[in-house]
């Protein structure tokens, strides 16, 4: 009785982000504003810089969160960079608070690593 033994490659274990809120300031540089949109809504806009590294960055998660006079956050919300980060690129942001204050602070929350030269591949 012959049998056929396959061995199969155990899975790929799953990849966890690799850019966190507490390494972000190695990676990313951000500038960022309030303003008002055409309506006159208040918006916060920037731009997102990758700093010297061989990847990319795709799904990039900020967390933008609306200060009080002392500094102090009032309320936060997670908002999404629609495009890819690439080395040497400015990459536009624009996000409507969800609560609207006087100042604002936006930090990356998190990304993902792509391999240079684009695409959010898996």
């Known amino acids: 009785l012959l049998a056929t033994v396959s061995i199969a490659a155990p899975p790929r274990p799953a990849h966890a982000q690799a850019v966190t809120a507490q390494n972000a300031d190695r990676f990313f540089r951000l500038e ?21 590294t061989g990847q990319g960055a795709a799904r990039m998660r900020l967390l933008v969160e609306t200060l009080d006079p002392p500094r102090r956050p009032v309320g936060s919300q997670i908002a999404y960079v629609d495009e890819d980060i690439v080395l040497g690129a400015r990459n536009y942001f624009e996000v409507r608070p969800a609560t609207p204050g006087a100042a604002y602070r936006v930090s990356v929350h998190s990304a993902d690593w792509v391999k240079a030269g684009g695409g959010s591949g898996m």
Do not use: C
């Open 32 to 52: 960022y504003a309030p303003g008002t949109d055409r309506r006159g809504r208040p918006v916060v806009s920037g731009y997102a810089y990758l700093n010297a």
